[in-house]
């Protein structure tokens, strides 16, 4: 059971409050009628679905009812940061490896 | 191969069952083969099998990361049925539930196949409404199902709490008097023993690195026992699909998330068939060891932990003792989680890639066991003619972009 820090709320919560609902940072296409059905299918059906950091979006359901985004590890559960709509990530996959290699390095 | 018979396993009683043949090699990984599958599941497993006896490829090694058969195949709830509403997913399941009637004398090994029927409960008007147009659609696809009313469910299954002041009443069910279970290590093994007699190699403990590929053309692939190479490469790495597929810079309609399932305590016989409940998340049946074996959804979320929330099983356990009242008391023994690779439309994809040469059958999802030998079997056919089996066309990758989709999501009676 997760307990998530709804970043509207300024609260910890229970999961139970939550909904996920995917990937985050997808941004609909301007012009879907300009653009090919692959692309489409891309923007509607396919996912990066990594093993490792991820960028999510959750509903607080049972609290607050907006949307936000969360930086959560896939493999650990662990979530290292939530934040609000329209703002961006301050871990991402690229941070954490940099994170690794310098510790690498310290020992 | 030595066949296992009756006499074999007298014979062997006189040695205190000491010499028995290992059941396959541990071969070293060859510099090339003609086609390497990676994931031994049992998926991976019987394509290699179908691969070798069908189309007398046997120049293929199956290579696993972990042991055989030690991922989600060692971690479903062993159902088969084949009652999907849609006519290609229910012709594909049905050709599975055709081959899992010879499996055992096919394999020469016990598979446990076990055709105890399977319900899917109706809790109300709209679960027997989609249930009376599934079980039609069915029929019409020439797979048996009957529509049952409450006491013809209590007929069947004496145990079930069939009040109807309950949260969710039990107002019917389907029943494919055809489905059941087989026994799920046994269906790795089996495949394994056999793949093996022809000549597959199986490498366990050989983790795939990378896929690589030469002017968009798969030549091998690096593992941490080395390069192997092959022209022909098909990942059957379930929940871990998403990852191979990045190896070579690809996406999937796929997000992977943990599925749990638990088992109790053996207890005396006491139900057998299996009860699938879609609406409530929660399917039982009983192991021949005595312990049920019970079922619950998905966590909502991706992950990749092979562990679940415990809200899901709490949930679950809910359901399970209010149409079960009896199984209240009885103690779970274990409980873990499986990552499945969750499709859109909740079907699988069998299917080519843009890369020349890289295949993939993945998206089982939730519901993969049941399908293990005719995903092999299709799947050999779509590698050894490097074009789709015909059962198997209908589920190419291109489908997404097409909006072909088969739409099973809660349609099939399934806990998606």
């Known amino acids: 059971m997760h307990h998530i820090y709804c970043p509207y709320c300024e609260e910890m919560r229970e999961e139970e409050e939550y909904s996920y609902t995917g990937e985050a940072h997808i941004e609909r296409p301007k012009d879907p009628a300009a653009i090919s059905d692959e692309a489409w299918a891309d923007y509607i059906f396919f996912r990066s679905n990594p093993r490792g950091i991820h960028h999510e979006m959750w509903y607080h359901a049972a609290g607050c009812r907006r949307y936000f985004n969360a930086t959560r590890d896939t493999q650990s559960y662990k979530v290292h940061e939530t934040y609000k709509m329209g703002e961006m990530p301050t871990i991402t996959a690229a941070t954490v490896a940099a994170n690794q290699v310098a510790k690498g390095d310290a020992s | 191969m030595k066949k296992y018979s009756g006499f074999s396993l007298f014979k062997h009683s006189l040695s205190h069952h000491e010499n028995w043949q290992a ?21 991976g497993l019987a394509t290699a099998y179908y691969l070798a006896k069908v189309h007398g490829i046997t120049n293929v090694a199956v290579l696993e990361k972990g042991y055989l058969g030690g991922g989600n195949t060692a971690r479903n709830t062993t159902i088969v049925r084949s009652n999907y509403l849609w006519d290609e997913a229910s012709k594909l399941y049905d050709h599975s539930l055709d081959l899992w009637k010879d499996l055992s004398q096919d394999l020469n090994y016990n598979v446990m196949f076990s055709q105890r029927g399977v319900l899917n409960l109706g809790h109300n008007l709209q679960d027997m409404r989609d249930i009376e147009r599934r079980v039609n659609a069915n029929r019409l696809n020439g797979i048996d199902g009957v529509v049952l009313n409450t006491a013809e469910v209590k007929e069947i299954v004496p145990i079930i709490n069939d009040s109807q002041d309950i949260r969710y009443p039990v107002l019917g069910a389907s029943w494919q008097a055809t489905g059941g279970v087989a026994r799920h290590d046994a ?26 590929t030469e002017e968009g053309a798969v030549v091998g692939v690096k593992t941490n026992q080395g390069f192997i190479g092959a022209k022909k490469v098909a990942c059957v790495t379930a929940g871990n699909s998403g990852v191979m597929a990045a190896m070579v810079g690809l996406r999937l309609p796929i997000e992977s998330r943990p599925l749990q399932a638990l088992v109790s305590e053996p207890i005396k016989p006491i139900i ?11 399917y039982v049946s009983q192991s021949d060891k005595g312990d049920l074996v019970i079922g619950a959804g998905t966590d909502s979320y991706n992950g990749y932990g092979q562990r679940g929330s415990f809200n899901i099983v709490e949930h679950t356990m809910s359901a399970i003792c209010e149409l079960f009242p009896m199984f209240s008391r009885v103690r779970m023994n274990r409980a873990w989680g499986g990552i499945v690779d969750t499709c859109p439309d909740a079907c699988p994809i069998i299917s080519k890639t843009s890369v020349k040469g890289l295949f993939f059958n993945c998206g089982w999802g939730t519901g993969g066991f049941k399908a293990t030998p005719g995903s092999g079997n299709v799947f050999a056919h779509t ?5 789709a089996h015909p059962l198997a066309a209908p589920f190419s990758i291109d489908r997404f972009s097409t909006g072909h989709l088969i739409d099973e999501h809660g349609a099939a009676g399934v806990a998606h």
């Not at chain 2, 396959?24 to 049992?42: L, T």
């Not at chain 2, 269906?187 to 690589?212: P, T």
């Not at chain 2, 590698?383 to 074009?387: G, K, N, S, T, V």
Request: charged share 20%; with cysteine; net charge negative.
């Open chain 2, 187 to 212: 269906v790795a093994w089996g495949f394994a023993r056999g793949a093996d007699s022809f000549g597959v190699d199986l490498i366990q403990q050989c983790e795939v690195l990378d896929i690589v």
């Open chain 2, 272 to 282: 057998d068939t299996v009860v699938m409940s879609n609406a409530v998340h929660a």
């Open chain 2, 23 to 43: 059941a396959w090699r541990s071969p070293q990984p060859k510099k090339e083969y003609d086609v390497i599958i990676v994931g031994g599941g049992g998926h």
């Open chain 2, 383 to 387: 590698l050894a003619h490097d074009e």
